[in-house]
């Protein structure tokens, strides 16, 4: 199936009046990563990206299995981590923007380099 496939059996199973609340969170979290990742895609196409060594692809947050290690590896610039199969939740307010991929890329960073990274958001006004 294609990626709009995807996103369209997706969208379908949004419309089961039969879904639980946290299942229909899960869904529409599906939804947003891979409209993302879609976007994130159709980018890299836009600008005929064919090095592998090219910044916009190595901004990415990539995963490769490493046959010697029989591991999961994930890799986003020059930094290389373990894969810990995280589960990383489903929040209801999801929203993935280039200010996400940019944290990605300064959290990798900060981690490679041995070093420690906040991220501090302001509370929505529903927060406080």
Not at 35 to 54: A, E, G
Not at 71 to 79: L, S
Not at 87 to 98: H, K, Q
Request: net charge negative; with cysteine; glycine share 4%.
């Amino acid at each position: 199936r294609t990626i709009t496939g995807l996103m369209q059996g997706l969208c379908e199973m949004t419309t089961d009046d039969s879904l639980k609340k946290r299942d229909r969170i899960n869904i529409e979290t599906l939804i947003t990563i891979q409209v993302h990742q879609k976007d994130v895609f159709d980018d890299l196409v836009k600008r005929k990206l064919r090095d592998p060594s090219d910044f916009a692809w190595q901004q990415q947050a990539r995963f490769y299995w490493e046959m010697d290690a029989d591991d999961c590896f994930m890799r986003v610039c020059e930094q290389q981590f373990p894969y810990w199969y995280e589960f990383l939740g489903c929040e209801e307010r999801l929203v993935i923007t280039p200010l996400t991929d940019r944290c990605y890329i300064t959290l990798t960073q900060a981690l490679g380099m041995c070093k420690g990274c906040l991220l501090y958001t302001s509370p929505s006004p529903r927060d406080s």
